[in-house]
């Protein structure tokens, strides 16, 4: 994995710092295991010498944490605790990803390292802003990928380079340092949905140091027999992904489900979504660490420290209603589908799309109107590979459902992603022994 990453990582830019000889320790002690308790060593450790790699925001003790930025972040003095989690079950971390700046945008263009591309064509983008974790997994450089989702950063890369990831419901995995926006959550991102079940199935649970961690208890089993299923198209969604996605309905109800084509169920929350997120980020930014900012960040920020008070409740109060109107779609549903995004891959060094890509006219997230309101709900959320455009670029399908309903939105996807039996690899690489 350490030679792939060295021979092919320079043109992709899916990494940030790469861990060589602490994961080569860590390796030679899952052999000396394995040599010495045979299958016994896994009984404790589901992932030994599995390679992950964790996206730049994310806290490790012993690899330094950037952030996307130039601003200074502290070497943490623990792993955050989903990073703990996936070492104690016998993880090999193989390095940190790359990212925007904390984050900000969907796409992986920052001050610190080069845009990472995308496998299945270089010159477009892998988006963002876990977009190094999403590319490095399409792209066999390592088996899984920890990134965090505050606005679709999962789910949109996963779409974008056609892997699995997986935005679970809202504190399912503690995120540490918590979020004063109440947006962020932790996602494991792989090539199958299997994977990416193995992987919550470490990573779930409560930790005091995240209080929203203790409110996310699973839902019970629920039949996954003939499920309610509300079909949406969002405006702007091109006939290349419409070509795609058009192909799952059938699919799905040869599952059993029924499938109701409806329309966008709720207003639009994009303006609730960036008054909140500028909020906290002008929140989080000190006057003097401007002039270290990425000048697309620092648009939001300033915009941020414009708002007043009355504006960020109004903004609380959109999101409160979003919340009570799903959960009375969701009364109906058991699961919402619909194309994650609605555009194939913008160009590698861009932000946005061109009629997005200024961050003063704060539409820096509005090409991807599938994604957000998720985050506002904090229901759980995954992005399953289903085909390829004319132009060979993966497109992703995005499966909702009800808060606490994590487990019915994997199996779920699972069958859909056994039925549909596809297996997309970039041109050029191989998983072949990954």
Known sequence: MLTAIRETDPELGAYVEVAQARALREAEAADRLIAGLGAAAFRDRPLLGV??????????????????????????????????????????????TTTSEY?????????????????????????????????AVAAGLCTASLGTDGAGSVRIPAAFCGVVGFKPSYGRIPYVPPCAERLSHVGPLARSVADVAELMAVLTGPDHRDPDSVTAAPAPPAALTALRVGWIEFPGTSGA??????????????????V??????????????????????????????????????????????????????????????????????????????????????????????????????????????????????????LSLPVGLTPAGLPVGLQLVGRVGDDDLVLSAAERLETALGLTLTPPGITTEGK
């Not at 601003?71 to 940190?96: C, E, H, Q, T, Y």
């Not at 799952?248 to 059993?256: F, R, Y």
């Not at 995004?341 to 961050?359: C, K, R």
Request: aromatic share 6%; proline share 9%; glycine share 8%.
């Open 51 to 96: 390679t992950v790699s964790v996206k730049d925001l994310i806290q490790t003790r012993e690899i330094p944490t950037r952030r996307g930025s130039l601003l200074p972040n502290g070497r943490a003095a623990a792993d955050a605790p989903s990073v703990a989690r996936i070492r104690a079950a016998g993880a090999i971390v193989v390095g940190k």
């Open 260 to 381: 109701d084509r409806i329309e966008v169920p709720f207003p639009d929350p994009y303006g609730a979504l960036v008054d909140i997120l500028a909020a906290a980020d002008a929140h989080g930014t000190a006057p003097q660490d401007d002039p270290w900012c990425d000048e697309g960040r620092l648009a939001i920020v300033r915009y941020g420290r414009s708002l007043s008070g009355a504006a960020v409740a109004r903004a609380e109060s959109a999101r409160l209603a979003l919340r009570t109107r799903l959960a009375s779609v969701m009364e109906t549903y058991d699961l919402l589908v619909m194309a994650t995004v609605p555009i194939e891959p913008f160009a590698a060094d861009a932000i946005a799309p061109p009629w997005a890509a200024d961050p003063g006219d704060l539409r820096w997230l509005a090409w991807s109107p599938a994604a957000h309101p998720f985050n506002l709900t904090g229901q759980p959320a």
């Open 241 to 258: 992904v419409r070509d795609v996605t058009e192909g799952v309905p059938p699919v799905l109800a040869s599952l059993g489900h029924r």
């Open 103 to 135: 984050g900000w945008s969907a796409s992986t263009v920052s001050r610190v390292s080069a845009p990472t591309r995308n496998p299945w064509a270089l010159d477009r983008t892998a988006g963002g802003s876990s977009g190094g974790s999403a590319a």
